[in-house]
């Protein structure tokens, strides 16, 4: 097979910092099962564009998916993770389409003022009081997988809602990394389909893969070690900087 280059328009200072961001998100990641599409997917969209920005964070996912999840499926809460999951990939494709329809510079905007919404809703302390069942899940899953397909991130409305539950913290973060891998497996195929899984997009979720892989053993490590209430103002930090930063370019 011929040797395939890496695409030398990459090799600048934008990869080291992009790096950066990846462990960092690996961390919060590893550490609470989410959060490292809400950090990866305005950095890397700021970094390079959307349509690429966006598929190499849902790309990189697939480590800490094959890391964290076997675990995860014996704790999680399959009933509730379906009830979101399978209403997400139905909505998914009606998302991606707004991904390739809107001009890069406004959807990288949206993306991170997403993000900052969510940052400031998990600081103050909120939680949803409203109505939990079948039904219920299945709004917040359409929410979810439309958020998914149009700007990589999956998570917001379904952190919101069961991180207002009175499950344990490891039974959250089960469901959550459930929920997620069954979303990131539609989202590459959706993203395949669109044409959104290119070569570049290849190299660079490849180069991406060690800084995330390394940071989320190291979150995974820290799980049982570190104050859930030290980490989680780290992580909603990060998620703040990162939003307004994105915003502001």
Same mark, same amino acid.
């Given at each position: 097979m011929p040797d395939i280059p890496f695409p030398a328009e990459y090799l600048d200072m934008s990869l080291l910092y992009a790096a950066l961001s990846v462990f960092a998100a690996g961390l919060i990641r590893g550490f609470s099962g989410f959060g490292? @599409?809400?950090?990866?997917?305005?950095?890397?969209? %700021? !970094?390079?564009?959307?349509? !690429?920005?966006? $598929?190499?964070?849902?790309?990189?996912?697939? @480590? $800490? @998916? !094959?890391?964290?999840?076997? =675990?995860?499926? =014996?704790?999680?809460?399959? =009933?509730?993770?379906?009830?979101?999951?399978?209403?997400?990939?139905? #909505? #998914?494709?009606?998302?991606?389409? !707004? #991904?390739?329809?809107?001009?890069? &510079? &406004?959807? +990288? +905007? @949206?993306?991170?003022?997403?993000? %900052?919404?969510?940052? #400031?809703?998990l600081w103050s302390g909120w939680r949803y009081r409203g109505p939990r069942g079948v039904m219920p899940s299945m709004c917040v899953g359409l929410v979810g997988g439309s958020l998914a397909g149009a700007t990589g991130v999956a998570g917001p409305p379904v952190i919101l809602y069961l991180m207002s539950s009175d499950d344990s913290p490891a039974q959250t973060r089960a469901n959550l990394i459930a929920y997620f891998t069954i979303i990131l497996f539609g989202i590459v195929a959706t993203f395949s389909l669109k044409g959104l899984v290119s070569l570049n997009t290849l190299w660079l979720a490849a180069a991406m893969l060690i800084p995330f892989i390394a940071g989320t053993a190291i979150g995974t490590r820290m799980f049982p070690l570190a104050s859930e209430r030290i980490f989680r103002n780290i992580a909603l930090t990060t998620l703040t900087v990162s939003s307004l930063y994105v915003l502001a370019a």
């Open positions: 490292s @599409a809400l950090i990866n997917a305005p950095v890397l969209s %700021l !970094i390079w564009g959307p349509t !690429i920005g966006v $598929p190499v964070a849902a790309l990189i996912e697939v @480590a $800490p @998916a !094959i890391q964290l999840t076997p =675990k995860a499926i =014996k704790i999680a809460n399959w =009933k509730t993770v379906w009830a979101f999951g399978i209403p997400a990939l139905i #909505l #998914l494709p009606a998302g991606t389409f !707004i #991904l390739v329809s809107v001009p890069a &510079d &406004d959807m +990288r +905007r @949206a993306i991170g003022a997403i993000v %900052l919404v969510v940052a #400031l809703i």
